[in-house]
């Protein structure tokens, strides 16, 4: 009895820890990576910086821009000394994005890049939009637009109608990073 309960014991705690310890890449956790790597351009911007160009819009509009919480930003500039590095952190970004939780919204081909959006959560509710464009001469940019209950169809026509507060601290700090990159 007592080995069938140490032998109990061990299965359930093996049983536990595999559950507890989820080996799969998450988006999240490749950010708080990155951002420490310094060949990576990273701004998380909070949802106050975005403004409509235009008070006079509907309801909808204004409601569908509460739904937005904040957007974080990470980019890799191609270099001559970074080209393994661009590949590498691709491919993980790529592998993050196949998980079964990503729903793909959009995917194109630009030429010499892809463009893909991907979301979570369900079709009427998204509690995350993930932008990811790759360009084989000039990098990647990966963007995060988190938020609440976002409706796709809704986020896309409020885009339309936003503007950023081109006052804002971190907006110039993104204008900067931005402008380094030709």
Known sequence: ????????????????????????????????????????????????????KDENVSEEVKNTLKTIKKVNFLALQINETNQELFDAEKEKVKEILKNPSYKQLIRMNTGSGNVTVNYLGTEDSIDEVVIFGSDSKRGFALVRVLGENMNPAEIFGLAQEIKLDGDSQQLKQLGGLLGSIK
């Open 1 to 52: 009895m007592k080995r069938f309960l140490k032998i109990s014991t061990v299965l359930f705690t093996a049983a536990i820890l595999t559950i507890a310890c989820d080996t799969k890449p998450s988006l999240q956790k490749y950010y708080v990576d990155s951002k420490e790597n310094n060949e990576f351009i990273s701004v998380d911007l909070p949802a106050n910086i975005i403004e409509l």
